[in-house]
């Protein structure tokens, strides 16, 4: 079965600094991974999908099929960039059947 | 453009009754997904229905039900209710089954069971 782990569930960093949320995955075919954001009072959003390769508010994320990870990374976080962050992971062509990492609270703080 | 709309966004019901919850998805939108959303199991998927037909179930008992109406409207039930199923229920609409993979969510609807 598939399964998406977020090891960790806060994640603190300062303004400025580097930041990284780890998403693992478990999945024998070829999966499609996604990281949701949720910021405080709004809906939950698409922040990036691997199969653009794009960079959204500066954010990128590489898929590792190696490792099985889909980490996303930052080079400096801003403040608004607080918020709780969901690794997703699909197959074939049903893109509304989503399996949910349990998500990080992300802080930047001033 | 309007997003997706969930009716009720909060209700109480007790132990033993049923819910149904509503779902408006963005205009032109086909595909509608329900997930379910507790602070211990996180969001789980519950399923998928596009053009009426449900395209894919999640690991849930039978007394989860959904359906989509022609408008692509959709509606999900929950009978004789658990403390369980305490939650808060997103749904999400999408573009057609095989798109790139955006889903829009809406605000959620929060049943909480007594």
């Known amino acids: 079965a598939q399964r998406v782990t977020q090891p960790e569930k806060l994640l603190s960093v300062f303004k400025g600094a580097p930041v990284e949320l780890k998403c693992n995955y478990s999945y024998s075919g070829s999966p499609e991974l996604f990281w949701y954001v949720q910021y405080s009072r709004q809906r939950l959003q698409l922040l990036l999908r691997h199969i653009s390769r794009e960079s959204i508010k500066g954010f990128t994320a590489d898929l590792n099929k190696g490792e099985t990870s889909f980490h996303l990374k930052k080079p400096f976080a801003q403040e608004e960039d607080s918020a709780m962050y969901y690794c997703?992971?699909?197959?074939?062509?049903?893109?509304?059947?989503?399996?949910f990492g349990q998500g990080t609270i992300l802080t930047v703080h001033p | 453009k309007a997003g997706v709309t969930q009716t009720p966004r909060y209700l109480i019901k007790t132990r033993g009754q049923q819910v149904t919850l509503s779902c408006s998805p963005i205009s032109g939108h086909r595909s509608v997904s329900w997930y379910q959303q507790t602070p211990g199991q996180g969001l789980q998927f519950l399923f998928e229905y596009f053009s009426e037909t449900q395209r894919n179930k999640g690991n849930f008992p039978g007394r989860f039900s959904g359906r989509q109406f022609s408008n692509s409207r959709s509606e999900m039930n929950v009978s004789t209710l658990e403390l369980g199923d305490s939650a808060l229920y997103l749904c999400?609409?999408?573009?057609?089954?095989?798109?790139?993979?955006?889903?829009?969510f809406g605000e959620g609807s929060r049943l909480t069971v007594l």
């Open positions: 997703a992971l699909t197959w074939g062509t049903s893109y509304g059947k989503l399996t």
């Open positions: 999400a609409s999408s573009l057609s089954a095989g798109n790139t993979g955006e889903l829009f």
